[in-house]
C-alpha cells in the first residue's frame, strides 16, 4: 500500500561516532614543542561502537539506510578562551590544537569546488570507520599550554556530501540525487545568515539507487563551553606521574578518589547517527520544514542537519559516560501539530558535563520534527540542577535535573526557541547510560 504522507528517519548503518564544530579562524602556532622543553601528548581518538542499530525506527532488516555522510572538518581544538559572538565566535586564546587540514577559506568553497575530485580528500566519511580514522593525531603540548580550558570548537566547510536510502512508513524509499544548488531566503529577511540551499535534482527521489549529493548549509561549525574547566598541569608534561582524580562522586555526595596517568590525555570524537536525517513525501504537517534536497517532479524531499558530533577530552584511566534522556513533544502552532521525539545526550566525566546533543525525531510517521536548539552552554543552577543553553545563554533546559537510573523520570521546563513555541513543562525519562570508552 502506498502512503502519501509519511516521512522517515535514518542513520549510518552499523555505525557510531561524534564531535563539535565553530566558525572561525585558529592560529595553530602556538602548541608545538618548543627546543628542549619537556613535552606531553594529547591524542585525538575517533570512535565507533556499534550500538543500537541506527535504522530501528524506520527499517528493523538494516538493509538501507544512511550509507555516506562526508564533511570537510577544517580543525578540531581545546581553547581557554574566546568570545561568542551568536552562534559563532572571535578572540579565541590558548588553543590546543587536535586536528586541522588545510581547506583555504571557508567562504571561497562552492559548489564547482565542493564536487571537485581534488577538492575531495577534504572530506571524512562519518560512516566510514576507516575514514573517520583519518581524524587520528597525537599532539605534543607544553608548560606553556598548562592552565584551565573551558571550550571546545570545531570548524567545516558549508558543503557537505550524502549518500542514502530512506524507507518510508508506506513502503516508498526516497533515494539521494545531485543536482543544481538553489539560494532562498526566509521570509522578511534579507541577511546572508538567514538564507538556506536546496539541491534540486532532475530525477525523481522516488527512483533509485542513491547517489552522492552535495547539500549547502548555513554555517560553518559549532562550540562548546564545559560545565567545569577542564585541568592541564605541569605534571601532566610526565606521564610517570599519577594524578588523583576527585571528579567523582559517591551517594553521599563525597569525592571518590582514585589515580590517574598523568601526561596522557584523549579526546574521544563522537557522533550518533540514530534518527540522524529524514525523508517525507507529500508532508504537509510542518510547513516550517525546508527539504535540503528536492526533486522538481515529485514532492519528495530529504532534510539533512548540521553535523551533531562533539568531542569529549579526558585523562587516560577516566570514564567517559553518555547519559541518554528521551522526550515526547506536543507542537500546536499555526504552522505544525502533532507529537515528536527528542533525544538529549549528556557527555560527562564525573559530574561535568564535556558535551551535549540534542535531536528531534518522528514518533509516528507523520509529522516532521523542526530542528531543536543546539545546546552550546552548560551552567549549575546551585541547587543541583542543570540550565543547558542555546548560544544566546537563553536557556533551553531550565532546571534539568540529571537521574541515577535508567527508567527514572522528570520533568523540565522546555524553551523552544526560535521554533516560536511556548515555553511548556516536559517530561523526561532517562534511557540508556553508556561508558563510551
Not at 540551499?197 to 533509485?208: A, F, M, N, V
Not at 547517489?211 to 548555513?218: G, Q, S, Y
Request: charged share 20%; with cysteine.
Amino acid at each position: 500500500m502506498r502512503i502519501t504522507n509519511g516521512l522517515a528517519f535514518v542513520g549510518c548503518v552499523s555505525a557510531f561516532v561524534s564531535v563539535f564544530l565553530c566558525s572561525g579562524c585558529i592560529d595553530f602556532g602556538s602548541s608545538s614543542d618548543s627546543g628542549g622543553s619537556t613535552a606531553g601528548r594529547i591524542r585525538l581518538v575517533p570512535s565507533i561502537n556499534g550500538g543500537r542499530n541506527a535504522l530501528a525506527r524506520v527499517a528493523p532488516s538494516g538493509g538501507s539506510g544512511l550509507e555516506s555522510f562526508q564533511v570537510a572538518v577544517s580543525d578540531i581544538s581545546l581553547a581557554k578562551d574566546l568570545t561568542t559572538s551568536g552562534s559563532g565566535w572571535s578572540g579565541i586564546s590558548g588553543v590546543l590544537p587536535l586536528f586541522s587540514q588545510d581547506i583555504g577559506d571557508h567562504n571561497s568553497v562552492d559548489t564547482t569546488m565542493a564536487r571537485d575530485p581534488a577538492w575531495s580528500r577534504h572530506y571524512i566519511d562519518f560512516c566510514s570507520q576507516a575514514s573517520i580514522g583519518r581524524i587520528a593525531s597525537s599532539k605534543p603540548f607544553t608548560l606553556r599550554d598548562t592552565g584551565d580550558y573551558h571550550w571546545v570548537v570545531i570548524n567545516w566547510a558549508p558543503f557537505f556530501r550524502v549518500r542514502s536510502a530512506i524507507p518510508l512508513p508506506g513502503g516508498d524509499t526516497v533515494f539521494t540525487h545531485d543536482g543544481p544548488v538553489t539560494r532562498h531566503l526566509y521570509p522578511n529577511s534579507n541577511g546572508n545568515d538567514n538564507a538556506y540551499y536546496i539541491t534540486e535534482p532532475s530525477q525523481s527521489l522516488l527512483q533509485g539507487p542513491a547517489e552522492e549529493a552535495i547539500v549547502r548549509k548555513n554555517n560553518g561549525g559549532t562550540w562548546f563551553r564545559f560545565l567545569k574547566p577542564l585541568h592541564l598541569t605541569e605534571a601532566d608534561l610526565d606521564s610517570a606521574v599519577t594524578l588523583a582524580d576527585t571528579v567523582g562522586r559517591d551517594s553521599a555526595g563525597q569525592p571518590i578518589v582514585k589515580f590517574v596517568p598523568s601526561g596522557k590525555w584523549n579526546v574521544l570524537l563522537v557522533f550518533n547517527p540514530l534518527d540522524f536525517l529524514y525523508a517525507g513525501q507529500n508532508d504537509h504537517s510542518n510547513t516550517g520544514i525546508n527539504g535540503d534536497i528536492v526533486s522538481a517532479d515529485s514532492s519528495a524531499y530529504v532534510h539533512v542537519p548540521f553535523l551533531k558530533a562533539t568531542a569529549v577530552p579526558y585523562r587516560e584511566g577516566e570514564d567517559v559516560m553518555r547519559e541518554t534522556y528521551e522526550f515526547s513533544v506536543q507542537i500546536d502552532t499555526a504552522w505544525a501539530r502533532g507529537t515528536y521525539g527528542m533525544r538529549l545526550e549528556l557527555y560527562l566525566i564525573g559530574d561535568n558535563v564535556v558535551a551535549a546533543t540534542l535531536n528531534s525525531y518522528p514518533t509516528d510517521g507523520s509529522l516532521a520534527p523542526p530542528d531543536v536548539p543546539t545546546i552550546f552552554f552548560a551552567e549549575d543552577k546551585g541547587d543541583g540542577s542543570l540550565s543547558l543553553q542555546n548560544y544566546d545563554h537563553s536557556p533551553v533546559f531550565d532546571g534539568f535535573l540529571r537521574r541515577q537510573v535508567v527508567g527514572q523520570e522528570g520533568t523540565v521546563l522546555w524553551n523552544a526557541g526560535p521554533l516560536s513555541q511556548d515555553a511548556q513543562t516536559l517530561t523526561y525519562r532517562l534511557a540508556e547510560i553508556k561508558k563510551m570508552n
